[in-house]
Nanobody, 124 residues
Framework: QVQLVESGGGLVQDGGSLRLSCAAS????????MAWIRQISGKEHEIVAA????????AYADFAKGRFTISRDNAKNTVYLQMNGLKPEDTADYSC?????????????????WGQGTQVTVFS
């Protein structure tokens, strides 16, 4: 089992920025894809952004396009989420997750390994 550890969450003002990091403990680490998944209180998990580990292809939810950027550092086994222009509606628990098998990156249930999550709170 892969251990994923997120960091970088916190409290930020409307319009501010945060950078989330997620480090994987497994060596070697070679998932099919990594994703940032968030859960707003009382709602279902939703994919924020995903990236294929080998090719670096990215995908973004509509609400993330133009504001968030997902990236990875294969040498450090780390995936990042740069979030700019944060809004109060982005307030959520953000988790990173690894999908080991090839397939759609859009279904949270298909991700095999999850981090513990980091809280992002945006205030106006």
């Amino acid at each position: 089992q892969v251990q994923l550890v997120e960091s970088g969450g916190g409290l930020v003002q409307d319009g501010g920025s945060l950078r989330l990091s997620c480090a994987a403990s497994q060596r070697p680490f070679n998932p099919y894809a990594m994703a940032w998944i968030r859960q707003i209180s009382g709602k279902e998990h939703e994919i924020v952004a995903a990236i294929t580990w080998t090719g670096g292809d990215t995908a973004y939810a509509d609400f993330a396009k133009g504001r968030f950027t997902i990236s990875r550092d294969n040498a450090k086994n780390t995936v990042y989420l740069q979030m700019n222009g944060l809004k109060p509606e982005d307030t959520a628990d953000y988790s990173c997750a690894a999908r080991q098998t090839i397939g759609s990156v859009w279904d949270p249930l298909k991700y095999d390994d999850w981090g513990q999550g980091t809280q992002v709170t945006v205030f106006s």
